[in-house]
């Protein structure tokens, strides 16, 4: 891996290794909704997008360590302004789960986690938009 | 802080992707230090200052006034 990523990744090669990620993810849905595979089997389906999601993080981190100092610092601002979002998102969905019933077919971390790269993209937007 | 690079780019004729490719950044950086919205880190800064022949402070200038 450190070999890889000696030499920074292309922005194509994020994407991809996020697309592949995102296709392991559908096909672990499908697997799992549709397949009457063992107990031991379905864990170790449910676990399968960590090994794409790795390569992901792995090609992103090493992307943004070979940004330069303000693009660098746009990320961090997205993430300042995403992990809050997350929080509050958490919160606000713990909060109103006591207050009504909120169906877990809409409203179960499978559905939810989806809602964080928009947070992410919703702060890169913000901080990118500041710097030009 | 305010700067002069706009100015000293202009003199020697470099459109801001050519300074951008010189200092190893992003045309878009380049871009945000001219118009004050971002202030570069002190090693950039060094390196500015540098490709110009001049001294940091001959380029960055406070905003207080002493």
Known sequence: MKTILQKAPGQWTVIFTALTWVLVYLLTRWLLDNDQLPEGLRIVVALAPMVPFAFFLAFMLAGIRSMDELHRRIQLEALAIAFPLAILFFMLLGLLELAIPLSPEDWSYRHTWSYLPLFYFLGLAIASRRYQ | ?66
Do not use: C
């Not at chain 2, 950044?25 to 001049?54: C, H, W």
């Open chain 2, 1 to 66: 802080m305010k700067n002069r690079l706009r100015d000293l780019r202009a003199e020697r004729g470099w459109s801001q992707a050519d300074l951008a490719e010189k200092l190893d950044v992003s045309r878009q950086t380049v871009n945000a230090i001219e118009t004050e919205k971002y202030d570069p880190s002190l090693p950039l800064a060094f390196k500015i200052a540098e490709l110009f022949g001049m001294k940091i402070e001959d380029i960055f200038m406070a905003n207080h006034k002493k």
